[in-house]
């Protein structure tokens, strides 16, 4: 078995050895991490509008200011994220319009089923034509950048997601 070894590395090293390319290979430059681990904290008594605006403009997701929130666009849906200071928690809802011919109890059945298989999401109807999905992060003590970016998509994605699978009655327009 050692016998093995030693040809093969024999044969490595013959390899290494031989000639060097004629031209140089170039230096490949990568983009800077957009998360740094020790900088990207927001800590508690940072959790503002601004601070906001700031960490989803270098991530590059649009977005609306609107009065004491942020309507954030992501792959998957437009998501609304408000800041409740009073029990420290970031806010992210989105919603989705009934279609007209539905009733009422079909729509309050798929707010149910919804509940039943999803996590990470809440569903409820509180308006006569809109079905809500919310979900929120609690920032007491801060949080990194990356999961609340991350917890923003994967919000939208679920909640998208969980529609397509158990909106078997068709009521979402």
Same mark, same amino acid.
């Given at each position: 078995?050692?016998?093995?070894?030693?040809? !093969?590395? #024999?044969?490595?090293?013959?390899?290494?050895?031989?000639?060097?390319?004629?031209?140089? *290979?170039?230096?490949?430059?990568l983009p800077a991490a957009p998360w740094n681990t020790e900088s990207d904290f927001i800590h508690?008594?940072?959790?503002?509008?601004?601070t906001?605006?700031? !960490?989803? #403009?270098r991530v590059m997701l649009s977005f609306e200011i609107d009065a004491d929130s942020?309507? *954030?666009?992501?792959?998957s849906a437009h998501v609304r994220v408000m800041i409740d200071t009073d029990r420290k928690i970031l806010v992210m809802r989105t919603l989705y319009r009934f279609r007209d011919s539905s009733?009422?109890?079909a729509r309050l059945r798929l707010a149910n089923r919804l509940n039943a298989s999803l996590i990470l999401v809440r569903f409820s109807v509180v308006d006569d034509d809109m079905l809500y999905a919310d979900y929120c992060l609690l920032y007491q003590r801060g949080l990194p950048a990356f999961h609340i970016v991350n917890s923003?998509?994967?919000?939208?994605?679920?909640?998208?997601?969980?529609?397509?699978?158990?909106?078997?009655?068709?009521l979402i327009a």
């Open positions: 078995m050692f016998k093995l070894f030693d040809v !093969l590395k #024999r044969g490595l090293g013959g390899a290494a050895a031989g000639p060097t390319p004629a031209a140089p *290979v170039p230096a490949v430059s508690e008594d940072q959790f503002e509008l601004g906001l605006i700031a !960490l989803f #403009r942020l309507v *954030v666009e992501t792959e009733d009422y109890e923003l998509r994967r919000f939208a994605l679920v909640a998208r997601n969980g529609l397509r699978e158990c909106d078997s009655e068709d």
